[in-house]
T-cell receptor
Framework: AQKITQTQPGMFVQEKEAVTLDCTYD???????LFWYKQPSSGEMIFLIY??????QNATEGRYSLNFQKARKSANLVISASQLGDSAMYFC??????????????FGGGTRVLVKP | ETGVTQTPRHLVMGMTNKKSLKCEQH?????MYWYKQSAKKPLELMFV???????ENNSVPSRFSPECPNSSHLFLHLHTLQPEDSALYLC????????????FGSGTQLSVL
């Protein structure tokens, strides 16, 4: 069974508007972490935001915020005031942690965002 | 200087060639990873090295051979690849025993002819 699901393969968003990218996950581990990465056409995966399973408040990083609904096992990314440079692929990932192997991230299939001027 | 550097950026090889991908991290991390990103598929974890020891090998074919000579360098040796091995190969690093994020390089776009 897929651990990370991103149901939106692609989205258009108008510049300066907000966009929400969906992510649901599946784990029986009470301790886990959720990440969002951005991948522009250059290929590099750029870290955006992190939410720990025990964090009481939703994470925020500048224009990025994570809508964490633990009971629903969802961790949606909200990008406010979209900019043209936000056009990229966005990946949700879940951390499984072990001392030996460090942070193992399992990725979703990604959502392609295209910001329109 | 970027945190994780991968070379080459692009590689085209025949099925009988032998080539190597190189990754170097300047972040003082002690774990390094190889991921494969194929078109229309999620990123797949291939190998994990922690404290210079391989701790994960996700059923990767033997035509892919990783090497981690020290905590800053990671190689992926390629031989007799197949066209379906064409993909973006991403290297990442992290610090073991913390919850820190993975830092990724820009990847090597590999095409096997």
């Amino acid at each position: 069974a897929q651990k990370i699901t991103q149901t939106q393969p692609g989205m258009f968003v108008q510049e300066k508007e907000a966009v929400t990218l969906d992510c649901t996950y599946d784990t029986s581990d009470p301790s886990y972490g959720l990440f969002w990465y951005k991948q522009p056409s250059s290929g590099e995966m750029i870290f955006l935001i992190y939410q720990g399973s025990y964090d009481q408040q939703n994470a925020t990083e500048g224009r990025y915020s994570l809508n964490f609904q633990k009971a629903r096992k969802s961790a949606n990314l909200v990008i406010s005031a979209s900019q043209l440079g936000d056009s990229a692929m966005y990946f949700c990932a879940m951390r499984e942690y072990s001392y030996q192997a460090g942070n193992k991230l399992t990725f979703g299939g990604g959502t392609r965002v295209l910001v329109k001027p | 200087e970027t945190g994780v550097t991968q070379t080459p950026r692009h590689l085209v090889m025949g099925m009988t060639n032998k080539k190597s991908l190189k990754c170097e991290q300047h972040l003082g991390h002690n774990a390094m990873y190889w991921y494969k990103q194929s078109a229309k598929k999620p990123l797949e974890l291939m190998f994990v090295y922690s404290l210079e020891e391989r701790v994960e090998n996700n059923s990767v074919p033997s035509r892919f051979s990783p090497e981690c000579p020290n905590s800053s360098h990671l190689f992926l040796h390629l031989h007799t690849l197949q066209p379906e091995d064409s993909a973006l190969y991403l290297c990442a690093s992290s610090q073991v025993d913390t919850n820190e994020k993975l830092f990724f390089g820009s990847g090597t776009q590999l095409s096997v002819l």
